[in-house]
């Protein structure tokens, strides 16, 4: 045992006798409990060097106008403290077993403030948060391939990006080979909830080959959702092969059918989503140029790493 540990002991055992009633006061919690107060001086908040943040990508939405975001929904309060700026993120925002989680996974203040945000806005379990660290989360988040700046409106187009990531892991799907659309839609659909919060907060789910009629023929959509927060519909189109340019144009005439025959006017311009196993950035980019629809384009994993997920879940020591 190191120096000081048989002090925690002692002082574990003189408060368990103090608040004989009372939970939470294990030699482990309390060291945790130190812990915490060593990386949070600043309680309440999380306090980052805005140097270190107005650089990355996955802040520039956080960033928006008027310090809001309407991905967080969080203020972002700026301070200044010996010359430098600092950006204030909320520790209350998630739970105290989601903080003594995230502490040993994530080092880094800036990544600790994203997924902080991130389990606050999407709703994330303990368990949720791990998984999504361990799947490397904030690397993929607003990752797809779009033409949404050109397509939407600035502040639309930075919302519309972040709503997607690149790569989707739908490793819930199993280990069973999945060979073609149909097969993969089916499964995704038996397994709604588990879609639905890979998709991320604000997706409902509208149908399944979804019918529309155009000039007297019948197509089928693959998955049709609606953003509640954005207010619009998403086409989703699957793909069991590699990106090609022609799935572009099949998405794109999905879109404008959804937009004339479906949304009504108080729903904002439909976008697509088109879903690949693997993709070439540079085809999708050349693809996407010259059209007015906003679509954008990712690829998905069925076979997840289930191993490094389970290494981020934590023990039953630590419930």
């Given amino acids: 045992m190191g120096w000081g540990t048989q002090v925690i002991i002692q002082l574990s055992n003189d408060l368990h006798r103090r608040f004989p009633g009372d939970d939470g006061y294990s030699d482990r919690n309390l060291r945790n409990m130190k812990r915490f107060a060593q990386e949070y001086p600043d309680f309440p908040f999380l306090q ?7 650089e990355d990508d996955f802040w520039q939405v956080a960033l928006a106008k008027n310090n809001r975001t309407p991905i967080w929904q969080v203020p972002l309060a700026k301070i200044e403290k010996d010359g430098e700026t600092f950006v204030q993120v909320p520790l209350a925002q998630i739970t105290w077993y989601h903080h003594i989680s995230l502490l ?14 991130e389990t606050a806005a999407q709703g994330w379990s303990r368990d949720v948060m791990l998984a999504n660290i361990a799947a ?27 709503a997607f990531k690149d790569p989707y892991c739908f490793g819930f799907l199993g280990t069973q080979e999945l060979k073609n659309e149909r097969a993969i839609e089916e499964k995704l659909t038996e397994h709604i909830v588990d879609f639905l919060l890979e998709m991320g907060r604000g997706f409902a789910f509208v149908g399944r080959q979804f019918r529309i009629t155009v000039d007297g023929d019948e197509y089928k959509m693959d998955l049709l959702m609606y953003h509640l927060r954005m207010h619009r519909y998403v086409v989703i189109e699957l793909k069991a092969v590699e990106f090609i340019p022609e799935f572009v144009s099949k998405l794109n005439f999905y879109i404008s059918a959804v937009d004339e025959y479906v949304k009504t006017p108080q729903d904002n311009p439909t976008i697509g989503l088109l879903l690949c196993p693997t993709k070439s950035d540079e085809k999708v980019r050349f ?33």
């Avoid at 980052?48 to 107005?54: G, K, L, M, N, R």
């Avoid at 679509?295 to 879940?313: C, D, T």
């Fill in 104 to 117: 040993p996974k994530v080092k880094s203040l800036t990544e600790r403030a994203f997924y902080i945000m």
């Fill in 48 to 54: 980052v060097p805005f140097a270190q943040i107005e």
């Fill in 287 to 319: 693809s996407l140029r010259g059209f007015s629809q906003p679509m954008g384009v990712a690829e998905y994993e069925i076979k997840q790493l289930i191993e490094e997920v389970q290494s981020a879940l934590p023990s039953a020591e630590d419930e």
């Fill in 136 to 162: 490397d989360y904030i690397s993929v988040k607003g990752r797809a391939v779009t033409n949404f700046s050109g397509t939407l409106p600035p502040v639309d187009s930075d919302f519309a990006r972040y």
